[in-house]
């Protein structure tokens, strides 16, 4: 399967997704996207098109996580305290497409360990 096929499902996989899971003030979206060198997280509401809260393996303290399921449970970790922070307590968890295993799950392990309903 060529490069192009494999962006365009995975593209048609985010769609039907967000069909699906909207986030609101009370409970906004929680979104978390991987790429070759970083992970990028953020919680989104979505009746204003606001980010509540966002936080990426680029920043200063978090800069030696990569993105694999250690650097996963770091940034988890480091995210549910920013919630927390917040006073975000319950949100909506979108994977972008993506299977639910490996990094994906190893992050929201991390947040539902750390006290964050979903």
Same mark, same amino acid.
């Given at each position: ?53 966002a ?8 800069? +030696?996580?990569?993105?694999n ?8 970790? #480091?995210? /549910? *305290?920013?919630? @927390? ?8 968890? +979108? ?12 992050? #929201?392990? /991390? *947040?539902?360990? @750390?006290?964050?309903?979903?």
């Open positions: 399967m060529n490069l192009a096929k494999k962006r365009e499902l995975l593209q048609k996989r985010r769609w039907r997704i967000r069909k699906k899971i909207v986030g609101t003030q009370d409970r906004p979206r929680l979104t978390v996207c991987f790429t070759n060198k970083n992970i990028h997280a953020q919680c989104i509401n979505d009746d204003f098109s606001t980010t509540l809260v936080i990426s393996s680029n920043e200063k303290e978090l800069n +030696d996580c990569l993105p399921i250690s650097g996963s449970e770091k940034i988890g970790s #480091a995210f /549910a *305290l920013k919630l @927390s922070n917040a006073g975000i307590k319950t949100v909506v968890f +979108d994977r972008a497409g993506r299977k639910y295993h490996g990094c994906v799950k190893a992050f #929201a392990d /991390a *947040l539902r360990s @750390s006290g964050l309903e979903f």
